[in-house]
């Protein structure tokens, strides 16, 4: 299983050239994103803040503040103890990524997204009235530490839910982060490592 599981995302960067989903996201020309108009800009914030760490001022763009809140799925939060008060909040995010770029310069984070779907109607959820929206994707994560040394990656997969809300100015904000696992994870050095939840609690504790 875990072998197909990482053919098919091979699969999907070798294509993603050719696939306009997988565009690539250019660095905003000033000092703030546009407006996040559409549900979906969300995940193409997301992937250039984690492919370029020196953009996390961005985050308070992305994400509900104060609101936001990640949620480690069920068996990273049984095998990391995660329960009772500790929160992934914006901070959170924000000193995570800004101890990746400071521990290592020279990394490199790319994230995929496949099979990104709104399923806010099949949760009950109506985007006119109730201003918000729900979503679901798969993801890989491909972080390579230092890329001058070493070209391999470490990869991470799973599955994320994103509940986004509009703010005042009608703009899409991140509120709630789900994260689910997909795969097993292979404990005996191989190249799954785990999910965005663990990549997160490994390099941001």
Excluded at 54 to 66: A, F, G, V, Y
Excluded at 68 to 85: K, T
Excluded at 104 to 124: C, H, L, R
Aim: proline share 4%; with cysteine.
């Amino acid at each position: 299983m875990i072998y197909k599981t990482i053919v098919l995302f091979l699969i999907l960067i070798w294509g993603a050239c050719k696939n306009p989903f997988f565009h690539e996201v250019e660095p905003p020309s000033g000092e703030t994103f546009e407006p996040v108009s559409q549900p979906r800009d969300i995940f193409d914030r997301l992937k250039l803040v984690y492919k370029d760490q020196t953009l996390i001022d961005h985050l308070s763009e992305i994400m509900q503040e104060p609101g936001f809140i990640f949620h480690f799925s069920f068996e990273d939060s049984n095998n990391f103890d995660l329960q009772g008060s500790f929160i992934w909040d914006s901070k959170k995010e924000f000193d995570f990524l800004d101890s990746l770029k400071r521990k290592y310069p020279n990394n490199e984070i790319i994230v995929i997204f496949d099979s990104t779907i709104n399923i806010s109607i099949e949760k009950g959820i109506d985007e006119t009235k109730d201003q918000k929206s729900l979503w679901s994707s798969n993801y890989l994560i491909l972080f390579k530490k230092d890329v001058k040394i070493n070209p391999e990656s470490i990869q991470y997969v799973g599955r994320m839910e994103l509940l986004l809300e509009k703010n005042e100015s009608r703009e899409w904000r991140l509120k709630d982060w789900t994260d689910i696992w997909t795969t097993p994870m292979d404990t005996s050095g191989g190249t799954i490592a785990g999910t965005w939840g663990r990549f997160k609690f490994h390099y941001g504790e």
